[in-house]
């Protein structure tokens, strides 16, 4: 009994230290991004900035391995990354496995958040309100701008993340977004970021996170049957892809 109590506080007391270390470290990289941002080409830079210091930084104190592939189905040009979606954590999943320049859609509570949220005003992030359908279509019109202007955008077409684990029922938006744009749409797969740090909790533990990313799906013309073709095929694709991860991680690949 001792020594379950003993053990039970040793992970209360790290996970109290990951957390902390992950607000401070946080507030300091977005610190020297912001800097970045004020340089030419500030969006590749600060892309970049954020994947060496922010995730590499907070992977490697919090021991939690990062393990990617599929990296050549990227195209040379901008996409859309459509991902399922675990946890907070998966945002740098996909920024720490890829050297794409590219911007998130994301809730639009996060952009009051105190310097992060800041930081994404300025930096170009696209705020959805998902309760307001007139602003969430003003929301697309600026993401496929973006894309026009040579930026890859990734969006999580569940809308939020996952209570249990299992991949929820896609939102329409992201898919009217690839008919708008025009540009290939490639489905990711992220495996073991809710073992790392479930939803709703803040103890993060050590683990692997795998992304997978897959071939990329050309939309074709702007129908409603469209749309509906390609949202069909990025819940296949993903699902398999999330599949083909589980079963490297029970292997232990």
Known sequence: MGSSRAAALGRSIRSVFFFVFIVVWTLVCFVIVSVALLVPDRGWLSNYLVRVFWVRGT??????????????????????????????????AIFGSNPVNLRFVAKKELFWIPCFGWYL??????????GRRE??????D???????????????PEGT?????RIQPFKKGPFMLALKAGVPVIPV??????????????????????VRYGAPILPQGGSNE??????????RRIREQFDALAADTEKGD
């Open 142 to 156: 600026r993401a496929a701008d973006k894309i026009r202007r040579g930026i890859s955008i990734v969006t999580f």
């Open 189 to 210: 797969a992220i495996h073991g970021s809710r073992d790392v740090l479930p939803k709703k909790s803040l103890a993060i533990r050590p683990g692997t996170i795998r």
């Open 161 to 165: 993340r996952s209570p249990d684990g």
């Open 59 to 92: 992977f490697a104190v919090c021991r939690i391995r990062l393990r990617s592939s599929g990296r050549e189905n990227l195209p040379a040009g901008p996409c859309i990354m459509m991902s399922n979606h675990q946890s907070h954590i998966d945002i740098m």
């Open 135 to 140: 602003k969430a279509i003003r929301s697309l």
């Open 121 to 130: 005003w300025y930096a170009g992030y696209i705020p959805i309100d998902r």
């Open 226 to 235: 469209e749309r509906d073709r390609i949202m069909a095929e990025v819940d």
